[in-house]
């Protein structure tokens, strides 16, 4: 007995299994597509609409920032770190409480609720100093004025902040400069007097120290005053505080260093020293002083920020929904299809003629393959590729040696009594001597269901009791009997099919699923051949292997299984429209006949299904050319 491949599932992964399962579940995909585009489709036109309103942004450097040379400090004050804390004012509850009472004045009831606003707001900026504001919200009628309003806010509270900032800047300065001055005035008084009294004379020995000493003292003021107005922004921890104050440490220890040079010299040299530094550095920090208090006064008096509107407030566009939602549905198509090929792989169906062959291995097993024939396509061609393989089997029974050949199965349903009537009809038109016998004694059988069978029908009683004598071919009904396994393990039966062996060539038995009864299985005992039908889409290959072990011959050790497909699909039923089966398209095996031959079709029709089947089997060629040389590029890595 022929041993067939073992296999986890129903057919291999290529081009022709995705077109099959494909193919097979259309009319579901199909309805899964349209229903998804329905109601993906009444989501769009029910949800709720929203619309987006953006404005752009440019934050320009401070000039407070210009004084500072360090590059280290310049970087950290830019970029993102501006723009996250600009972010957090502008979506700040001042800012939104601001807005929302400009907006009462305008809006009257309609106007939205504070969380209505902050959940609208959202940025994006280019990590430089662009930031990007955009509000949604569902009426498109205030969207504009809404953020409009928000802008404005943001624009006024920058320019009110910069004005309280730089009248606290002017009452430091107005607070410094009388303390400077007096300093500077006693300084100047004290080495007015060192001089007079021949200190004048003394001379130092680096003329450069006092110039250094001198420029120290001008970068740390302005250090200390840039540190009273970063301490109205940020915190201490933050990077550009302590960034700052730790340049203040450097300069400052770079001072002490200077200065602790100056202990080491003579004493009325030192004296001089540090009169004529201290008259220095309070006349530079009052100048100093006096230039920060112009500066921020022309700041207060300002009505403008350092941020500038690049774009105002855009008209509202429809963000949500998007007519792209509909192509949702292509996943919802994608998702089903998927669905249906894990199914196909993992039911074990039997699908196409293709994965038969392949898991049968030997060719010479299948003898053949029926359509299937419904309402719809053209029956015409189906009838003649029923006939094209009903001539087949016929040639293979009439060269072959065997006399005895039971037609079964492994579930009913599969179209066996079908199979049984055609081959006997066939056979009819030979010289052999035939006759079919129904042995499924457990139900209605062919005796019951053949119209033939009714007329024709003989009773096996008659056959044996009378010596009845037959010309060519003969109908046998089945027996009476009560009890079927009786009957079949009595010598009546082996009388019955000597009998037969007798009087005919070729006897064929029709019996009962083998999957369901034992009677199949004992009467195989009798059989010279068994020819097991399988049906398209509803037999399985598991079914192989188990009739494969429910036969077991005890004389008959080189007896083997034929197979016969039942049900092949040769055209795809879309909805009410038949459409010929594209993977079929070019096999002559399957069909060798013409399909164009139909005068019932329209020439833009046919032209259309073969341009579809060219197009289908191009794409297969290419997939085996691929496949191919791939495996040929890794076999050579090997």
């Known amino acids: 007995m022929k041993e067939f491949k073992e296999r986890g599932f129903n057919d291999d992964l290529d081009l022709d299994t995705l077109l099959t399962v494909f193919f097979n579940k259309i009319n579901p995909l199909l309805i899964v597509f349209l229903g998804s585009i329905c109601i993906f489709f009444l989501i769009y036109i029910f949800q709720e609409r929203i619309y ?5 942004l440019q934050f320009e450097r401070s000039s407070s920032f210009n004084s500072f040379n360090p590059s280290s400090i310049q970087d950290l004050s830019t970029i993102d770190i501006q723009l996250i804390a600009e972010k957090e004012i502008f979506k700040s509850l001042n800012t939104i409480e601001g807005a929302k009472d400009k907006l009462n004045s305008i809006l009257n009831e309609d106007t939205p609720s504070l969380y209505e606003i902050s959940s609208g707001l959202s940025f ?3 990590g430089k100093n662009l930031l990007t504001v955009r509000f949604s919200n569902n009426d498109i009628t205030i969207t504009k004025t809404i953020l409009n309003s928000l802008v404005e806010e943001y624009l006024s509270d920058r320019v009110e902040n910069n004005r309280i900032t730089a009248i606290k800047g002017i009452e430091f300065v107005d607070n410094e400069i009388p303390k400077l001055r007096s300093q ?11 001089r007079s009294s021949g200190g004048n004379n003394l001379i130092f020995d680096d003329e450069n120290r006092g110039d250094s000493i001198k420029t120290l003292y001008e970068e740390i003021q302005e250090i200390e005053l840039k540190e009273i107005e970063l301490k109205e922004f940020y915190k201490s921890t933050h990077p550009i505080y302590s960034t700052l104050i730790e340049q203040k440490k450097v300069l400052l220890n770079e001072l002490q260093a200077l200065e602790s040079d100056v202990k080491d010299l003579p004493s009325d040299q030192r004296k001089l020293f540090n009169l004529t530094q201290r008259v220095d550095i309070y006349s530079s920090s009052l100048e100093e002083l006096e230039k920060q208090k112009l500066s921020l006064s022309l700041k207060a008096a300002s009505s403008s920020s350092n941020v500038r509107i690049i774009n105002y407030p ?4 429809k963000i949500s929904p998007r007519i792209t939602l509909i192509l949702l549905s292509l996943i919802v198509l994608l998702a089903a299809y998927l669905i249906f090929l894990l199914n196909h792989f993992f039911t074990d169906k039997i699908m196409s003629l293709d994965s038969l062959v392949d898991y049968l291995e030997d060719r010479n097993l299948l003898i053949g393959a029926f359509p299937y024939i419904s309402g719809r396509g053209n029956k015409k061609i189906l009838f003649d590729i029923e006939k094209n393989f009903t001539d087949r089997v016929i040639v293979n029974i009439l060269n072959s040696d065997k006399k005895v050949y039971l037609i079964s199965s492994m579930k009913e349903g599969v179209g066996k009594s079908y199979f049984s009537e055609k081959l006997i009809h066939k056979l009819s038109n030979f010289s ?7 042995l499924d004694l457990r139900k209605k059988g062919i005796s019951n269901t053949s119209s033939d069978f009714k007329v024709n029908g003989i009773s096996t009683e008659d056959y044996l009791n009378n010596n009845l004598t037959f010309s060519d071919v003969a109908l046998f009904k089945k027996p009476e009997t009560d009890d079927p396994l009786k009957y079949l393990n009595s010598d009546k039966l082996e009388n019955l099919i000597n009998s037969l062996k007798a009087d005919f060539d070729k006897v064929f038995i029709d019996s009962p699923p083998m999957g369901t009864f034992i009677d199949a299985k004992i009467i195989s005992n009798y059989a010279d051949q068994i020819i097991c039908i399988l049906s398209s889409h509803e037999s399985s290959f598991s079914e192989i292997s188990s009739i494969n072990k429910e036969i077991k011959y005890k004389e008959k050790e080189n007896a083997e299984i034929l197979f016969f497909l039942n049900k092949v699909r040769y055209f795809l039923e879309i909805f009410w429209f038949s459409v010929r089966y594209p993977i079929y398209g070019s096999y002559n ?8 031959s139909s005068e019932n079709e329209s020439k833009t029709f046919r032209k ?31």
Do not use: G, H, M, W
Request: hydrophobic residues 35%.
């Open 184 to 194: 500077l005035n006693s300084a100047e008084e004290e080495l007015t007097i060192f």
């Open 432 to 438: 052999e001597k035939i006759c079919l016998i129904d």
């Open 52 to 56: 987006q309103s953006n404005a752009l």
């Open 589 to 596: 095996y399957y069909n060798p006949y013409n399909y164009y």
């Open 124 to 126: 994006s900026d280019d």
């Open 314 to 317: 855009s008209d509202p566009i």
């Open 608 to 638: 259309l299904q073969k341009y579809v089947v060219f197009a289908i089997d191009s794409v297969k060629k290419s997939y085996e050319r691929i496949r191919l040389l791939i495996s040929k590029y890794f076999s050579k890595d090997k």
